[in-house]
């Protein structure tokens, strides 16, 4: 099959070989674009790219006339924990209310209320919900997505959480990658022994995930009240005799040592940051660890943002998700996490759009075959509504700017 996307306004974020991994730094600022450019796609990979005046002569079944519109590679959201049970809109008036994040999670609501909840829907009612918040985030522009277990809690709940993604992955057209974090909150019956809950993951769970083969990462919540760096780094350590890289939630409540733990244990990405102050920026800048912002969690939680903009400044990569759950961030609208980005951590549009392409592929460990516009890479498209030029994306927020989302060469969403 070969397609081809002709008169494109601006063709945003191309890339000839070799690749790079992630763009770090002032280079954030600095976007590579063609305009009036054609691409080629075949058999659901880019195949070519230029200018129009060098559009290659030969046949093709299929021609999509992008006039006006910019192409760009489709978002990657290297965080989420878009399985779950329910909503959660009832613990939301409660914070409207006045009662923190922590307060409802102490009241046994937060990740805890969601955990009582799995085992009450079944597995397909889980997929299919899931399947369907795909469908959504699709329609926003997102081509690969990390999801994460987390609301089990026991061995077999945090199974039948895998394995709903691992379902996800033969169903959806879209990049899914899957994290094993049995260590997202501590169930009621280990209140008073907190160790035994944490021996339960090491001992029971992960040899089982990892026997399926139903994780390609291991998560742990760092962080007060959570899980403490002595106990993450049993769990990564645990995690890595069984081939898990970490990717884990750090520093989101206090400077938990998270960031530190995650680097020494060679995370892909330690996640949301929003307490990082000098050492911890220092702890990143000597790793290959993807520092990845949460902004949608900030904004629903009304919590500080992270220093995204010293973090640039000091010379790291930042790459930003959605953090898609019913308790913190009910949303995967990557184009909302892209204004945030810019409005918020004060990010240049170019820094941000790095940040939820390239970078957030490194994220998720798919940047040799996701987050730019490169031959030999998954055709995975944003064709955006008409639009003079990509400061609009981040500008005009909440809109849906996007056009046509194509995945793996094929048009799997279409906005008016
Ligand atoms: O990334 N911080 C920990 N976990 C999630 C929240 C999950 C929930 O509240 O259900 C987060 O924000
Ligand atoms: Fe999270």
């Not at 005799?241 to 750090?250: D, E, N, S, T």
């Not at 939820?356 to 509504?385: D, F, P, Q, S």
């Amino acid at each position: 099959m070969r397609t081809r996307i002709i008169n494109i306004r601006k063709l945003i974020q191309v890339e000839d070989s070799p690749f790079r991994s992630y763009v770090s730094g002032s280079d954030m600022a600095r976007l590579e674009m063609l305009e009036h450019a054609f691409v080629l796609v075949e058999d659901g990979l880019i195949s070519d790219y230029g200018p129009m005046a060098s559009l290659p002569e030969g046949s093709v079944d299929e021609t999509i006339d992008a006039s006006g519109s910019l192409v760009m590679p489709a978002f990657c959201d290297p965080h989420t924990h878009l399985v779950f049970p329910e909503t959660r809109e009832i613990e939301y008036i409660d914070k409207i209310k006045g009662l923190s994040y922590e307060e409802i999670a102490r009241r046994g609501g937060g990740i805890l209320n969601s955990a009582g909840k799995i085992m009450e829907k079944s597995e397909d009612e889980l997929f299919q919900s899931a399947m369907d918040r795909l469908s959504e985030i699709t329609a926003y522009g997102t081509g690969a997505v990390e999801i994460k277990s987390g609301y089990g809690l026991t061995t077999e709940g945090e199974l039948k959480m895998l394995r709903v993604i691992k379902r996800l992955k033969e169903a959806s057209p879209l990049t899914i990658k899957a994290t094993f974090l049995g260590a997202h909150a501590v169930p009621p019956q280990y209140k008073e022994d907190q160790t035994a809950y944490v021996d339960l993951i090491i001992n029971q769970m992960l040899p089982q995930v990892a026997e399926e083969g139903l994780a390609d990462y291991i998560d742990v919540f760092c962080d007060r009240g959570f899980f403490t760096v002595e106990e993450t780094r049993r769990i990564l350590e645990a995690g890595a005799r069984f081939g898990l890289p970490p990717k884990i939630h750090a520093n989101e409540l206090d400077y938990s040592g998270g960031i530190q733990v995650g680097v020494e244990n060679n995370a892909l990405s330690v996640d949301h940051l929003e307490y990082t102050g000098d050492q911890e920026i220092e702890a990143l800048k000597k790793s290959a660890t993807m520092p990845t912002l949460l902004p949608g969690a900030s904004f629903f939680l009304n919590l500080i943002y992270a220093p995204a903009r010293k973090m640039i400044d000091a010379g790291l990569p930042v790459a930003m998700a959605s953090d898609f759950n019913p308790g913190s961030s009910p949303s995967g609208n990557m184009q909302f996490i892209l204004s945030q980005g810019s409005i918020n951590y004060r990010m240049l549009p170019e820094e941000a759009i790095h940040a939820v392409t390239l970078n957030a592929a490194y994220a998720m460990g798919v940047e040799k075959e996701l987050g730019t516009i490169a031959r030999g890479k998954k055709a995975n498209l944003i064709i955006t509504r008409e639009m003079a030029n990509y400061e609009f994306l981040p500008y005009y927020y909440g809109a849906n700017k996007v056009k046509h989302t194509m995945i793996n060469g094929k048009i799997e969403a279409t906005n008016r």
